[in-house]
């Protein structure tokens, strides 16, 4: 069965057919690195990253592009409140993404292009759209001409006279048309800045993507994923940039995942429920988290609560508990048993259905649905007076295909040593004498995840097994 691909632009699923024959060339928009990422942040980087994996899975060499927006309005303020400079704060809060993201089970991109690491790029792309007649400058700023491109709105389905503004786009006497869009910013006193053939200045939210994805991918690409929120007008915006630039279409297929809510309210600092990855996974298993998010189709809205995760836990566990069984009887199994093609056929056939789940615009609730079948046969099976080490192998090896594609691991950790946990103190001791506090917290948690519990006393650290 062909991979069906839900694409925003044409609001159906489609026959996923790549560009290039086995090569597939993605883009995934990244966070702001102003601040620990949200768990709203954490779904996209969950989801795409499972769709990059299946993908792999499938046999495709993917591209994965995903990038950081390192110098922005908001990572503005937070220098000037904590009085550091913007690269300070940018480097601190990508190292803690990757850590919050790879504890959660994803893998590198690709390539993980900064913005500032593009200027030249950025502003040869709006040299190209003003030379082209789609953009203009203004008093230092450089606008889009947004009513210049035939099909803008395409993607969110709006009819441009009929298009909100907000999120981004500023109204200002500087345009020539209130739905014109920034590319360059004339930078403020005080303000970071880059020269410019328009001035002093920094690029614009909706110019960095176009221009990067431009860059490490190539004028067309497959895949572009985000946020529900990027529909409009982040990627509105990048088609209108790209397509105007490049004269060709952007990106063949575009993907978007659903909101959170948290106890079925939208999630804000306003209400108070904010809730940071950096802190949850403190509290919980972050395989229990990426196991939650996926647990619901990834265009569904999903509703984050802490009885919702704990049904889910018991579902994680049920896997876990079956995959270690069989582990165990291993140790036990006979060679060959007669009944071996019968169980062989039945694991072959939930291979299939786990395939045919995910090639249904990426269904990760159907694929889990057939790992608790998974799990199911599996103990009909340990449930045998006679095991055979073909069988119990052949469905380990399935656990381990399937839930790789998912991200998620059901091995157990080992139990630390004694020797082993004193020397983690040691070396958090020695990272907190450092000021590495993002070391010390890191071997703090994987310390707590192993079911050591610190105690810092005027006496030195002390440790417990929780």
Known sequence: MTIQIFNTLSRQKEPFIPLEPGKVKMYVCGPTVYNYIHIGNARPAIVFDTVRRYLEYRGFDVNFVSNFTDVDDKLIKAANQLGEDVPTIADRFISAYFEDVEALGCKRATVHPRVTDNIDTIVTFIETLIEKGYAYESEGDVYYKTREFDGYGKLSHQAIDELRLGARIEVGEKKQDSLDFVLWKAAKEGEIYWDSPWGKGRPGWHIECSAMAKRYLGESIDIHAGGQDLAFPHHENEIAQSEAANGKEFAKYWMHNGYINIDNEKMSKSLGNFILVHDIIKQYDPMLIRFFMLSVHYRHPINFSEELLLNTKNGL??????????????????????????????????????????????????????????????????????????????????????????????????????????????????????????????????????????????????????
């Open 317 to 466: 566990e049920r896997l876990k508990t079956s995959y270690n069984n069989l582990q165990h009887r291993l140790t036990s199994a006979a060679n060959l048993t007669d009944n071996d093609a019968v169980w062989l056929s039945s694991i072959t056939s939930l291979k299939e259905q786990f395939e045919e789940a995910m090639d249904d615009d990426f269904n990760t609730a159907n694929a889990i649905s057939v790992l608790f079948d998974l799990a199911k046969q599996a103990n009909l099976y340990l449930n045998e007076k006679n095991t055979s080490t073909n069988v119990l192998t052949s469905f380990i090896n399935l656990y381990d295909e399937l839930v790789n594609v998912l991200g998620i691991t059901l091995k157990e950790k080992a139990e630390l040593l004694d020797e082993e946990i004193e020397q983690l103190i040691q070396q958090r001791i020695d990272a907190r004498k450092n000021r590495d506090f993002a070391l010390a917290d890191q071997i703090r948690d994987e310390l707590k995840e192993r079911n050591i519990i610190l105690e810092d006393t005027a006496q030195g650290t002390r440790w417990k097994r929780g």
